[in-house]
């Protein structure tokens, strides 16, 4: 094979698939976030593609293809060339006409949705791809999980109103349970936010591992679950008292919220946290109750901002800001933002917009002022559930999938309209399905390994077996391999033969572990005298042994208990 197998971890290597798909020659980088995909990993793509084109067939959808390149003029109608940002590859052809990567295709499926969709009669529609996209990334991580140029399946659904669309979102939300289901892959479905993608109601498809840079928020009680982006829940109620007048006290080196609570002996409930943002270029000012933290999606969400980050040190003293000890109180001329914590319990402790200094006593609205008071919290395990009151929990995952309810944005915008039954116009209703291919090959190899190496789940492995044939240069050995592997191949099943003469086989065993093909099966003199094959499944502690003319029957019997 092109790829080779590596002894050791590479040292860039954050993740266990990251280091394990390096290692065993899926795939190989060319730059930060681009990958190619070597043999193996190829193989294994290709079978998640047939499953996924079984499904979503199976679903009504019908396959085409799209530009990866596209005018810049499409995404500028929309308004989603400023959403994407930097995160868009953007350059211009020879004419200087401004061209753009895609990083999804929400705009050319309408354009050509446009162009062939007039009557209520051609709806609902269902189209997808499997293709290639582009993001620039400001930080590529943990190999094909976090990348610049990625596979991606991409559904859209075309439907005359909501209940139709609703129906299209529940048969693509059920083809994807089937495609994770088929591939081998546990996974949640939890409430999800939109992003730049718009849109209404999101779910996002994740599975669960530690290393996920997702988290999900869930209910034990209710199996409420959503992305901890989304996620809502219910904080402990901090006591009302009656107001007490604004009192200024010295906190000398007080910089923190748990240190003021320690200083002044009250709990952190008590306290108002002040957060500095820069959002599309303005500073913007933040407060949320001091045991809690913001969300920033929500923030983003809330304010419609498409560019919004904390503040850095010299922009905070910029906007006169007192870092440690502000508040809201007496602020003007900055736009300022509060979680409605702020709105339940009284005298809280908030900074004096001075150094090492403090008010107690402060209440909302006598004090201060928010021009929005909305939910920008995290949503944390502890705290409650917002439909049945219960303790909260959180696992971490990987994104794996992701369908929206679209609704009218794009066809709005891009003037994708159809004739009712009654000869009326209205635009069309849309939703749209992604899932990523390579990504969720990395998932699978993130759930599945130990410490020999990946433990591919079968449907999805790049061979069913792998044949090691020992001391292959005696021709013995070589004879019955090859034939065994001629067998193997006449009976249907993959195999992967490892005739290698100059490798150990200590390093043939390690190899095979690592690549973690379903079944192992080993040829040697011994065994031949014998008038056996070794066979070991990838997760059996110990190797047994099958006649000759009985391997191809275990080999099935294998593949089939798993």
């Known amino acids: 094979m092109v790829s080779k197998?590596?002894?050791?971890?590479?040292?860039?290597?954050?993740?266990?698939?990251?280091?394990?798909?390096?290692?065993?020659?899926?795939?190989?980088?060319?730059?930060?976030?681009?990958?190619?995909?070597?043999?193996l990993a190829l193989r294994s793509l290709r079978k998640i593609e047939n499953i996924i084109r079984e499904e979503m067939d199976a679903a009504g959808g019908q396959e085409l293809m799209m530009p990866a390149l596209q005018p810049q003029e499409l995404w500028e109608q929309t308004g989603r060339r400023k959403a994407f940002g930097d995160n868009m590859f953007s350059l211009q052809d020879r004419r200087g006409r401004p061209m753009v990567l895609a990083p999804t295709h929400e705009e050319v499926i309408t354009n050509v949705v446009k162009a062939n969709v007039q009557s209520y009669r051609d709806l609902p529609l269902i189209l997808y791809q499997i293709q290639t996209k582009f993001r620039d990334e400001p930080r590529p991580r943990a190999g094909l999980v976090r990348v610049r140029e990625f596979d991606m399946k991409d559904a859209y659904s075309f439907n005359a109103d909501e209940a139709s669309l609703d129906e299209s979102y529940q048969a693509m939300a059920q083809a994807y349970r089937n495609i994770f289901r088929r591939c081998g892959l546990p996974v949640v479905m939890a409430e999800a936010d939109s992003g730049a993608i718009g849109g209404k109601d999101s779910h996002e498809f994740l599975l669960a591992t530690d290393t996920g840079e997702d988290t999900v928020i869930t209910c034990p009680s209710c199996s409420y679950t959503a992305n901890a982006e989304k996620a809502e829940s219910t904080h402990p109620e901090v006591k009302a008292e009656p107001e007490e007048a604004l009192e200024e006290v010295v906190t000398p080196g007080i910089k923190t919220i748990l240190g003021l609570a320690e200083f002044l002996g009250v709990p952190e409930s008590k306290t108002l946290k002040a957060?500095?943002?820069?959002?599309?270029?303005?500073?913007?000012f933040v407060t949320i109750r001091g045991d809690l933290d913001v969300n920033e999606v929500k923030l983003k969400n809330a304010l419609q901002s498409h560019d919004l980050r904390l503040a850095e040190d010299h922009e905070v003293k910029a906007a006169g800001l007192v870092a440690g000890s502000a508040s809201a109180i007496g602020l003007e001329n900055i736009k300022r933002v509060a979680d409605v914590s702020i709105t339940s319990g009284s005298n809280f402790v908030v900074g004096a917009n001075k150094p090492d200094t403090h008010f107690k006593g402060a209440n909302y609205p006598r004090d201060f002022q928010a021009d929005i008071v909305t939910d920008i919290a995290l949503a944390q395990p502890g705290q409650l559930c917002p439909r049945c009151g219960h303790v909260l929990d959180s696992t971490k995952g990987i994104e794996v999938g992701h369908i929206f309810k679209l609704g009218t944005f794009f066809s709005e915008a891009l003037g994708a309209d159809f004739l009712d039954s009654e000869g009326q116009q209205h635009p069309i209703t849309m939703g749209c399905y992604g899932i990523g291919v390579g990504r969720l090959l990395a998932a699978a190899v993130e759930q599945n390994n130990d410490e020999n190496g990946i433990v591919f789940p079968i449907p999805i492995a790049p061979y069913q077996a792998h044949l090691v044939g020992l001391n292959i240069a005696t021709g013995e050995v070589a004879e019955a391999a090859e034939k065994l592997y001629g067998e193997l191949q006449d009976a249907g099943i993959e195999v992967l033969f490892d005739d290698r003469e100059d490798a150990a086989a200590g390093v043939k065993f390690n190899d095979a572990d690592l690549m973690g093909l379903p079944v192992r099966l080993v040829v040697s003199p011994r065994n031949l005298k014998a008038g056996v094959v070794e066979i070991k499944g990838r997760t059996d502690s110990e190797a047994g042994n099958v006649p000759l003319d009985g391997v191809v029957a275990a080999v099935r019997e294998r593949l089939a208990a798993d």
Do not use: K, W
């Not at 002894?7 to 060319?30: N, Y």
């Open 5 to 39: 197998t590596l002894r050791s971890d590479p040292p860039d290597a954050e993740t266990a698939s990251h280091r394990l798909m390096l290692r065993s020659g899926l795939i190989h980088q060319v730059a930060a976030g681009v990958y190619s995909y070597l043999p």
């Open 275 to 284: 957060v500095f943002y820069m959002s599309d270029g303005e500073p913007l």
